[in-house]
């Protein structure tokens, strides 16, 4: 059962455009939306992340969109970089009771920004 | 600072075979978790720990055990090694806080034939 549905799974977008990553959760019970980025060979590290009390957050070229009524939330990256080549992954977690911390991944895009 | 280290990096097991994961941390967090990457599947928690000498299961516990003896340490063990745990297996560590940030591991690259 994969409780965040991630697309598409893969991205090819040209230097200077817009990347967009959606997903989509079915627990209502998440309420934090990290965004990680994965290089080949490392693991992933956090790139942004967000509470469902906004609807935005920006830092930098990347921004999520969270949309609490219809369960999804999108990472769009700006001026998108080759240096932005990489596999994203959105993830969920609840604060509460056991789920403490654990986060729930989607399934992952691999970004690959052509120069 | 380190952060998270894994070893091996890489290897091959035949089926049956045991082996243990290694994963350290010198950040002092009180939590650590074993993720598996699988292609198409994201990662997916196998066991946590919230401190030293605990140990819970994740979302796909089966045919591993782990153990968290330290607080720097936390190990992941194969008994019989199946094709189906030929993965990416990712170490983390986070501190005792909601919301916070994983940190990873370079990850192991395990091969079961």
């Known amino acids: 059962q994969q409780q965040v549905k991630q697309s598409p799974q893969s991205l090819i977008v040209q230097k200077g455009g817009i990347s967009i990553i959606n997903c989509a959760y079915e627990?209502?019970?998440?309420?934090?939306f990290p965004w990680y980025q994965q290089f080949p060979g490392k693991g992933p590290a956090l790139l942004i992340a967000?509470?469902?009390?906004?609807s935005e957050k920006k830092e930098g070229r990347f921004t999520i969109s969270f949309n609490k009524s219809a369960k999804q939330f999108s990472l769009h990256i700006m001026d998108s970089q080759p240096g932005d080549s990489a596999t994203y992954f959105c993830?969920?977690?609840?604060?509460?009771?056991?789920?403490?911390?654990?986060?729930?991944f989607g399934q992952g895009t691999i970004l690959t920004v052509h120069p | 600072n380190a952060g998270v280290t894994q070893t091996p990096k890489f290897r091959v097991l035949k089926t049956g075979q045991s082996m243990t994961l290694l994963c350290a941390q010198d950040?002092?967090?009180?939590?650590m978790y074993w993720y598996r990457q699988d292609p198409g599947m994201g990662l997916r928690l196998i066991h946590y720990?919230?401190?030293?000498?605990?140990?819970a299961k994740g979302e796909v516990p089966d045919g591993y055990n782990v153990s968290r003896l330290k607080k720097q340490n936390f190990l992941l063990g194969l008994e019989s090694a199946a094709p189906s745990q030929t993965s990416v297996y990712f170490c983390?560590?986070?501190?005792?806080?909601?919301?916070?940030?994983?940190?990873f591991g370079n990850g192991t690259r395990l091969t079961v034939t």
């Open positions: 720990s919230v401190g030293e000498g605990t140990t």
């Open positions: 993830a969920a977690s609840a604060a509460g009771g056991t789920s403490y911390g654990k986060l729930t």
């Open positions: 627990n209502t019970a998440f309420d934090y």
């Open positions: 983390a560590s986070s501190v005792r806080a909601a919301n916070s940030p994983l940190h």
């Open positions: 950040m002092n967090h009180e939590y």
């Open positions: 967000i509470r469902p009390d906004v």
